[in-house]
Every structure is written in C-alpha cells, then in structure tokens.
C-alpha cells in the first residue's frame, strides 16, 4: 500500500508540469501576436498585394517585383531575427526602423 502514495505524487507532478507548459504554450502565442509585430508584418502583407497589382496591370516588370519581393522578404526575417532576440516583441527602436525600411519599399511600388 505504500506504493500508492508514490503513483499519486508522481501524478500530481506530471499535473503541474502540463499546467505549466500549457501555460507557456499560451504566453508564446499572445507573443506572436504582439502589436507591433502584427503591424509590421500587415504592412508587409499589404505590400505583396500591391507589387502583385503592379504587375498584373504591366505597371512593374517580372524582375522590379522579384526585387522588391526580396526586399520585403529580408524586412520580414530581420523583423523575426529582432523578435527572436526580445522575448518575441519588437521594441519600439526596431518598429521605427523596420517602417523606415517599408517606407523605402513602399515608394518604390508605383513609380
């Protein structure tokens, strides 16, 4: 009988070891989601849309919209590379120059 008590405290800490990477689990989620995050990585989304009108109205070329396709894709892994060194955020510092960058993309669409 002695045994009994042992299965139950190994139940109660395999409980709490899910509880907690449950827990983790959801914080990761709200991180990804962070506001800045959400508004750089928009931002980029509305580009792709825009070079890919360009395009398809013959108002950019195949290789104009391959490079600034690039650009964003380089915009897009520097703003992972920022979030992965702050806990998942972007800091204010790295929102304004991750939008200096867009704002350069951006003046190239439709020229």
Known sequence: MRTLPVY???IATLTLAF???ASASTSTH???THGR???VNHRLA???RRIHNEVREGEMSHAQAARLHRDDHQIRQEERL???QDGSHITRADDRALN??????????GQ
């Open 82 to 84: 920022m979030a992965s």
């Open 37 to 39: 995050r959400v508004e």
């Open 8 to 10: 139950l405290a190994a």
């Open 46 to 48: 509305n580009q792709d």
């Open 19 to 21: 509880a907690g990477t």
């Open 30 to 32: 709200w991180d990804a």
């Open 100 to 109: 200096q960058q867009e704002n350069h993309v951006s003046r190239q669409i």
